[in-house]
């Protein structure tokens, strides 16, 4: 089993490397934001729990957090492997996901991240604002995001470092030779 995990700021490319990396090589894509949005939609009762959590202003805990994507990782028994898009966020949960995932088996084969300075960022997310008006791309949004993913997240990245597991790739540039990048990492860890 193939099992990915994409890291990179907002606006660094994720989502259309991501979708490149699920066809090519047929992995369930998993985001703790469409987790999240899915399970408060259909209101269960980790839904009801991450609602209420929102809405008095407080941060879904990782035990939250975690439970969804177990339960998403158990939904799909047959799959070839995972993307994991948007998670872990914290030292915490990529060792929980490591946790999880050597109960199984199985474990993260490589870790993906895509390296784009903050001034490329603001371009790139500037535009994405004037296309496709996504409400997370706010100004002020997306300021909060960025300095989130630049003061926390990105200090999950030593912790693949340390396993040999992280693979830095120049997110700037045409997207079809970042993917070729992309692919010959992915190739060369399944080979």
Do not use: C, W
Not at 53 to 65: F, R, Y
Not at 143 to 156: A, D, G, L, N
């Amino acid at each position: 089993m193939l099992n990915l995990v994409l890291f990179g700021p907002p606006g660094a490319g994720k989502g259309t490397q991501s979708e490149k990396l699920i066809e090519k090589y047929q992995l369930v894509h998993i985001s703790t934001g469409d987790l999240f949005r899915a399970h408060i939609k259909n209101q269960t009762p980790l839904g009801e729990q991450v609602s209420q959590l929102i809405a008095e202003g407080n941060l879904v805990p990782d035990s939250i957090t975690i439970a969804m994507l177990e339960e998403e990782i158990n939904k799909n028994p047959g799959a070839k492997g995972f993307i994991f898009d948007g998670f872990p966020r914290t030292v915490a949960q990529a060792e929980a996901l490591d946790n999880f995932l050597a109960t199984r088996g199985e474990q993260i084969n490589t870790v993906l991240a895509l390296d784009v300075s903050e001034e490329e960022l603001t371009k790139r997310i500037a535009k994405r604002a004037e296309i496709s008006g996504r409400a997370d791309d706010a100004a002020d949004k997306l300021k909060k995001r960025i300095e989130e993913y630049f003061s926390k997240t990105i200090h999950v990245l030593p912790y693949y470092e340390k396993s040999g597991k992280l693979h830095k790739v120049n997110g700037i540039g045409a997207i079809d030779t970042i993917f070729t990048e992309l692919s010959s990492i992915v190739d060369g860890v399944v080979a």
